[in-house]
């Protein structure tokens, strides 16, 4: 049975540590807590729908005092009135059914909450509660006790009510209801019978039509006039202005053949095409709305800290309320808000999210700690020295970078072809009426007319979403999750890929562990083994874990020395396992003691060490070398170049090296290789790379769990897929292929439109077949393509 | 004849009938997430077997 693990979060049972509840196995007394509270209140249901769906609760006190000052919580609810209060917390546990059920089911286990709704896209569930029944503070307690610890930060203090803009919805809906109804109604029309019963209600048919296309000219279209408006401004011609003046035209010519009694005008081809645009646009939008492509620092920090005010009495503050001189009480995984000088004796500090470093810095008394790492262990003491926004990662955020909104700051494909289109089409429109006028002034308007109806590039704009909308999928299904469809359009335009070192070629899951020195015999590795067992430092839990399986000792005596190391003694011989200093080793090299490393010495006999490095990702080497035959490939590291020998081993000869990068230079790196003309895409992972990020033509940020951390960027890829990066690069090029070959075949139906029209022949009928089979065929030619594209790159 | 104005009107009423019913479920938010209330629909049926043991004692109560 030990294979199988733990009955609340699956995770496999170590031996000996099994415990035993209720005829079910548990790893911990967390999990088992869990199902008791779940038993309690007969929710055991929750382990029906999904096998193991949860996970271990973690140690929280005091960790949400800050939810009992009033400033704070009104920041934090989304609503509050009388006794009802509604919150909405993102809780990043929250992956399958079990989960859904479990949260909805909370008004069981806490009468205090009459509603509890999950977005599961979102990962977010909301709360209504009863403020004189039970806190805010209770509640977030509660879900942290049953293992789903809410995310709260920064962000959420600032954050309202989110406003949906759900436009596009409804002008859909607009559209499709005018184009269904209008179809319905020309229906008699299309037949052309000659028959007196119709004809007596011919007005009154195109009447309707008229009253129905209404809606979609004004209201469904209305945002094709804007964009083209705003291009004639900035004189840059986009594919809007053919569009918008196609539809103007055909609303004109269709009223104009209605009241004059010539025909049914083209309302039908219009409301279609309306509606065919919008599903285009709709289609283009795929949201991750469980990622977020906007964070900065304020999603990574705390909303508030633990001051200690000058009469030695703890208070929760807000983090924006913190000033220099203030001192900061942080607790065991708490971020450091701010930076500032370590007041108590020793800090281990994570700083995996700045950085992508995986092993934590020591920090002594008097050092400084910078905002952005997280304390690993004890409760430490420190005072501030900067205030929020001045600290030294948050003043990258003041960069202009981040300063302006870029909306586009790019000319599309689209917008490229339509350059030449508009005035070609022009053109012809004039030359065809040109030479109608000698002959009839009638026709000359009507082939003038129909030139600008037949030619609105419908088919052309609608390529490019589609193609773009099923790439996104495509991608998405395989992590890469992309911000929205121009970033494909730059993937393929980038010419010098930028890495990141520290957390994006390497992996901050596990490091490289070596060893060192004299050969260690069994009986030793039994006696290191065990002591390091005790001990709950960073780096001991990470060679603890290395090391094969031992049996078990008994360690005698065990003394753990804050920031040097182990002293024990088992079995009569004494053990230290520490820092080089703290072995008293004066043959070591200064030069190498700065690696990360554990030094051994048994009964005064001094072993070896084991070095911690990082490790770098499977397949990297083939990555590169793949990539080196079409891109410029440099890596920017913020570390000193201790790992230059060996990243010269393993990435191809051309490859640019550049350490001891700090954030800002990061950014300017970038800036330089542009105004060079580069296109540049930058690859990285920690905050310290988001200026970069920014500044690049394409920002991929590296995630080792999506649905936690990532900087602001462009696109987010699971870090599992990395060594994929090329088959995306691939895709993206594919892209741009597919829209180049359907442009020439919407090209194609524009000529044979033209040539309806320009010979004065073009009948509602033959636009109202033309235009929707064109925009089928394409539909399906992208789709198509763009799937058997994804697939032949697999191979 | 005319019946033809009250047919076509009546249906056209219809229609507009079910535009007014989906913009106010787009409106209160039915379509932001497509995901969760498929799964909720399928729990209905599990609650109900969980509270026997509750609803035992209520039951015994009313009898």
């Known amino acids: 049975m030990s294979e199988q693990g733990c009955f609340h979060c699956g995770i496999t049972i170590p031996k000996n540590e099994e415990i035993n509840f209720d005829e079910k196995k548990f790893c911990c007394n967390g999990c088992k807590t869990v199902y008791e509270i779940f038993s309690l209140h007969d929710l055991t249901c929750y382990y029906d729908f999904e096998k193991s769906p949860g996970a271990t609760p973690q140690d929280i006190a005091g960790k949400y005092d800050f939810l009992d000052n009033d400033a704070i919580l009104t920041k934090v609810l989304e609503f509050q009135e009388g006794n009802t209060s509604i919150v909405s917390l993102n809780i990043p546990h929250i992956h399958c059914s079990s989960c859904i059920w479990i949260l909805e089911n909370l008004n069981r286990i806490q009468s205090g909450i009459s509603i509890s709704q999950v977005n599961f896209p979102e990962k977010r569930v909301r709360i209504t509660f009863k403020s004189d029944q039970v806190s805010l503070k209770e509640i977030v307690y509660l879900l942290s006790s049953i293992g789903y610890e809410p995310y709260i930060s920064l962000e959420n203090y600032e954050t309202g009510k989110s406003n949906v803009d759900r436009s596009l919805t409804y002008k859909l809906g607009v559209a499709f209801f005018c184009f269904g109804n209008i179809m319905l109604l020309s229906f008699p029309e299309y037949f052309e019978i000659k028959e007196f019963w119709l004809d007596n209600y011919k007005p009154f048919f195109r009447f309707l039509i008229f009253i129905l296309a209404l809606p979609s000219f004004l209201y469904s279209a209305s945002g094709y006039y804007v964009s083209a408006y705003h291009s004639i401004k900035t004189r840059m011609l986009n594919i809007d202005i053919p569009i918008a003046l196609g539809i103007i035209v055909m609303f004109i010519r269709s009223t104009y053949d209605m009241l004059m009694d010539h025909g049914p005008g083209f309302f039908d081809s219009l409301a279609s095409l309306v509606f065919f645009m919008l599903l285009g646009k709709m289609f283009q939008i795929k949201t991750y709305s469980f990622l977020s492509f906007e964070r900065d620092f304020k999603s990574y920090f705390p909303i508030a800290v633990t001051r200690i005010n000058s009469d030695t009495s703890e208070e929760s503050v807000p983090i924006y309320d913190v000033l220099k001189g203030n001192r900061l009480l942080i607790r065991n995984q708490e971020l450091i808000p701010v930076d500032g000088i370590l007041i108590s004796e020793k800090a281990e500090i994570d700083y995996s999210f700045v950085t992508g470093e995986a092993v934590p810095i020591t920090k002594k008394s008097g050092d400084k700690v910078f905002a952005g790492g997280k304390q690993i262990g004890k409760v430490i003491e420190m005072e501030v020295l900067h205030s929020v926004s001045q600290s030294y990662l948050t003043q990258l955020w003041s960069n202009e970078i981040f300063q302006k909104k870029v909306n586009q700051k790019h000319k599309t494909i689209t917008d490229k072809i339509s350059r030449y289109f508009t005035p070609i089409l022009l053109l012809i429109a004039f030359a065809g009426f040109g030479y109608w006028i000698f002959i009839d002034a009638n026709i000359a308007f009507n082939v003038f007319t129909a030139v600008l109806i037949v030619a609105c590039p419908c088919a052309l704009a609608l390529t490019a979403p589609f193609t773009f909308g099923n790439i996104l999928r495509i991608m998405g299904k395989q992590k890469m999750y992309l911000k929205n469809a121009i970033v494909i359009e730059q993937l393929a335009k980038v010419d010098t890929i930028v890495f990141d070192k520290t957390g994006t070629i390497t992996t901050n899951k596990k490091s490289n562990i070596s060893y060192e020195g004299k050969e260690i015999d069994e009986e030793n590795l039994i006696l290191i083994k065990n002591v390091l067992r005790g001990s709950n430092h960073p780096l001991s839990r990470m060679l603890y874990d290395f090391l094969p399986e031992t049996i078990r000792i008994k360690v005698d005596d065990f003394e753990e020395i804050t ?218 030619f992208v789709t198509f393509m763009s799937n058997y594209f994804s697939k032949s790159n697999l191979k | 004849m005319s019946v033809i104005y009250l047919l076509i009107s009546v249906s056209i009423c219809v229609a507009i009938g079910f535009f007014i019913a989906f913009i106010i479920a787009v409106k209160s938010g039915q379509y932001d997430d497509d995901y969760t209330p498929s799964v909720r629909m399928l729990f209905d049926d599990e609650t109900k077997i969980t509270p026997q043991n509750n609803n035992s004692p209520t039951e015994e109560k009313q009898v």
């Open chain 1, 563 to 780: 920031g040097k190391g182990i002293l024990a003694s088992v079995e009569n011989q004494t053990i230290k396992i520490g820092s080089a200093s703290f072995l008293e080793q004066s043959e070591l090299q200064s030069s190498e003691i700065e690696k990360t490393a554990l030094y051994i010495k048994i009964n005064d006999v001094y072993l070896g060490r084991f070095n911690f490095k990082n490790q770098y990702r499977d397949g990297l080497r083939t990555l590169f070398s793949t990539l080196s035959k079409n891109y410029q490939i440099k890596v920017l590291s913020g570390d000193n170049d201790g790992e230059r020998a060996t990243l010269e081993t393993l990435l191809p000869k051309n490859t640019e090296l550049i350490f001891n990068q700090k954030p800002d230079q990061k950014l300017e790196f970038i800036k330089k290789l542009q105004e060079q003309g580069q296109n540049v895409m930058m690859v990285g992972d920690g905050l310290n790379d988001a200026g970069a990020l920014a500044q690049s033509n394409v920002g991929v940020s590296i995630s080792e769990n999506v649905n936690v951390f990532s900087p602001a960027c462009d696109a987010i890829l699971d870090a599992s897929e990395f060594s994929r990066l090329d088959y995306f690069l691939n895709l993206s090029h594919n892209a741009i292929k597919i829209i180049k070959m359907s442009f020439i075949l919407s090209l194609l139906y524009n000529v044979v439109g033209l040539a309806f029209a320009v010979t004065g022949n073009l009948l509602p009928l033959v636009a109202a077949i033309i235009m929707p089979l064109s925009t089928i065929t394409i539909v399906s």
